[in-house]
């Protein structure tokens, strides 16, 4: 039983294009989190839902958006793809507190071409 | 200024020796917490150990332990006995003050290799 599942896991599309990328966890939690990996392995924090509600919005072009339908789903959705899009986009939950893990999906390696 | 520092972009070691990753950290909560996660090459995140800014005892979990320095603002992840299957990206992060849906920020990550 995968705790934070991610689809697909490979994506590779041309410039232009839009895509989205699916995440679904099993665990029950309240919060839920888009993180982008660039090619330095630098992981930062996009988007952050807890009960289905926009919390955290950092910069991120407005090309990128998120949808919640329910607290155990977070898609991301990507208008117009660029090859700097070109990335691995991690799915993560936790609960709240400061001492709670996050876990994470095993990642969406995306490529622009 | 970085809120987590990682100033060992890569790392060698032997096999069956420890190591110790740095990671420097910069908050003005009292209240945070400080995460390792491991990621190998097959590139899923692994959470490794946890270490609460209130916590007077260094964390420990199998082979991995967190020499945790508060005054020095330090959370430096120790593995004893190396294994060739060690060898990994490992991040240091940190999730700041209480409240819903507080994100981790990473640090830039350390690369590891363990030598046979």
């Known amino acids: 039983d995968t705790a934070v599942s991610q689809t697909p896991k490979y994506l590779v599309t041309q410039m232009g294009n839009d895509k989205s990328i699916k995440c679904e966890q099993n665990?029950?939690?309240?919060?839920m989190y888009w993180y982008k990996q660039d090619s330095k392995k630098f992981l930062k924090i996009m988007f952050s839902y807890n009960n289905k509600e926009l919390i955290i919005n950092e910069t991120v072009p407005n090309r990128f958006s998120p949808k919640s339908p329910d607290k155990a789903h977070l898609n991301l959705h990507i208008n117009s793809l660029e090859l700097g899009d070109s990335a691995v986009y991690f799915c993560?939950?936790?609960?709240?507190?400061?001492?709670?893990?996050?876990?994470f999906g095993q990642g969406t390696r995306l490529t622009v071409v | 200024a970085q809120k987590i520092t990682q100033t060992q972009p890569g790392m060698f070691v032997q096999e069956k020796e420890a190591v110790t990753l740095d990671c420097t950290y910069d908050t003005s909560d009292q209240s945070y917490g400080l995460f390792w996660y491991k990621q190998p090459s097959s590139g899923e995140m692994i959470f490794l150990i946890y270490q609460g800014s209130y916590d007077e005892q260094n964390a420990t979990e199998g082979r991995y332990s967190l020499n945790f320095q508060k005054a020095r603002k330090s959370a430096n992840l120790v593995i004893s006995a190396s294994q060739l299957g060690d060898s990994a990206m490992y991040f240091c992060a940190m999730r700041e003050g209480e409240g819903s849906a507080r994100q981790l920020t990473f640090g830039s990550g350390t690369q590891l290799t363990v030598l046979p």
């Open positions: 665990l029950g939690h309240d919060t």
């Open positions: 993560a939950s936790s609960q709240p507190g400061v001492g709670t893990e996050a876990f």
